[in-house]
């Protein structure tokens, strides 16, 4: 998919995954520098930010959305971030030795001014991202998905463990504490699925039961 600016000074392009064989989003927040959960656009590839503005930062909504990150820590020499909980998924000992990000707790703010916010339940490490700007948007991992312009929703069932409706009902709270923060955003950025553009909020509120109000 061709790269598409969505928002004042967001780009986002989804790219089939290597490993899972579906498209994925990713997305450059350009005044903050910052990758999200990046693979490399096609077919633009990685020429597209030597016109742009080079990335200087790769910030992953969990450990497992490493996707291309290499590829730009080799191109660009990209610092990376990701939530400490996951940091033993990097180095030496981890699956991933290619690099070794810095760790950053939940509720802290990342390069760029990107707040970070604790989500868990699918994963320790599954973290929100507050994307600043003109029109803020929320950035989430694989805690709530979207098939092409359907509706939010969890993923299926069967990849959420042994006890799929704790893990939805641990997401649940995760997003209504999120909502209770009346954050500035009215926008979501997915990781799967395409990104929901104005109305978010309400959107978001209605699959975890919060007033998007709150």
């Given at each position: 998919?061709?790269?598409?600016e969505?928002l004042?000074?967001v780009?986002?392009?989804?790219?089939?995954?290597p490993?899972?064989?579906?498209?994925v989003?990713?997305?450059?927040?350009?005044?903050?520098?910052?990758?999200?959960?990046?693979?490399?656009?096609?077919?633009?590839?990685?020429?597209?930010?030597?016109a742009?503005?080079?990335?200087?930062?790769v910030?992953?909504?969990?450990?497992?959305?490493?996707?291309?990150?290499?590829k730009?820590?080799?191109?660009?020499?990209?610092?990376?971030?990701?939530?400490?909980?996951?940091?033993h998924?990097?180095?030496?000992?981890?699956?991933?030795?290619?690099?070794?990000?810095?760790?950053?707790?939940?509720?802290?703010?990342?390069?760029?001014?990107?707040?970070?916010?604790?989500?868990?339940?699918?994963?320790?490490d599954?973290?929100?991202?507050?994307?600043?700007?003109?029109?803020?948007?929320?950035?989430?991992?694989?805690?709530?998905?979207r098939?092409?312009?359907?509706?939010?929703?969890?993923v299926?069932?069967v990849?959420?463990?042994?006890d799929?409706?704790?893990?939805?009902?641990?997401?649940?709270?995760?997003?209504?504490?999120?909502?209770?923060?009346?954050?500035p955003?009215?926008?979501?950025?997915?990781a799967?699925?395409?990104?929901?553009?104005?109305?978010?909020?309400?959107?978001?509120g209605?699959?975890?039961?919060?007033?998007?109000?709150?």
């Amino acid at each position: 998919m061709t790269i598409q600016e969505i928002l004042p000074g967001v780009h986002h392009w989804t790219t089939v995954h290597p490993a899972i064989q579906i498209e994925v989003s990713s997305y450059f927040v350009v005044s903050a520098r910052a990758l999200l959960d990046p693979l490399v656009p096609e077919p633009e590839g990685l020429g597209w930010f030597d016109a742009q503005a080079a990335p200087e930062y790769v910030l992953l909504t969990n450990r497992l959305h490493t996707r291309h990150t290499a590829k730009f820590v080799d191109a660009f020499g990209c610092e990376v971030w990701t939530n400490r909980e996951g940091l033993h998924h990097f180095g030496p000992e981890g699956e991933i030795r290619d690099f070794v990000p810095r760790g950053f707790e939940a509720g802290s703010t990342l390069p760029g001014g990107i707040r970070s916010y604790e989500v868990g339940a699918l994963c320790p490490d599954e973290t929100a991202f507050l994307v600043p700007g003109p029109e803020p948007a929320l950035a989430i991992a694989d805690g709530v998905v979207r098939d092409g312009e359907g509706p939010l929703v969890f993923v299926p069932d069967v990849l959420l463990g042994d006890d799929p409706e704790a893990v939805k009902r641990g997401l649940k709270a995760a997003y209504r504490r999120i909502l209770e923060l009346d954050l500035p955003f009215d926008h979501l950025l997915l990781a799967h699925g395409r990104p929901w553009i104005g109305g978010a909020r309400a959107a978001l509120g209605e699959l975890v039961g919060a007033d998007p109000g709150a």
